[in-house]
């Protein structure tokens, strides 16, 4: 069974760093698609960033395009997320997500994957 493990989130000023990492057990990831999602007080659970295990692209939110970045040690099977130039809007906790039948169409769709972490928070001071 897959498992995701996310750690590293905490509270930072705005215009701060933080790197998120989660940790994917329980097989063997080629195929998958691994996707950050986030979800603000009050609010739907929003697409953030989303990488392809095996390679063949990364993706943005127009919201984190250029601050955020993700990527993935095929080694030590983590997927990170580094958030740069942090704004208080960004406050939310963050989960990661797995799942092997995502296309470019339904990646943004968090009801499209199967796994989940138990999410960390991130919380970003004026």
């Known amino acids: 069974q897959v498992q995701l493990v996310e750690s590293g989130g905490g509270l930072v000023q705005a215009g701060g760093s933080l790197r998120l990492s989660c940790a994917a057990t329980g097989r063997t990831f080629s195929g998958y698609v691994m996707g950050w999602f986030r979800r603000a007080p009050g609010k739907e659970r929003d697409f953030v960033a989303v990488?392809?295990?095996?390679?063949?692209?990364?993706y943005y939110a127009d919201s984190v395009k250029g601050r955020f970045t993700i990527s993935r040690d095929k080694a030590k099977n983590t997927v990170d997320l580094q958030m740069n130039s942090l704004k208080p809007e960004d406050t939310a906790v963050y989960y990661c997500?797995?799942?092997?039948?995502?296309?470019?169409?339904?990646?943004?769709?968090?009801?499209?994957?199967?796994?989940w972490g138990q999410g960390t928070q991130v919380t970003v001071s004026s």
């Open positions: 997500a797995a799942d092997s039948r995502i296309t470019r169409v339904t990646m943004r769709r968090f009801v499209e994957y199967d796994f």
């Open positions: 990488i392809w295990w095996s390679g063949g692209g990364e």
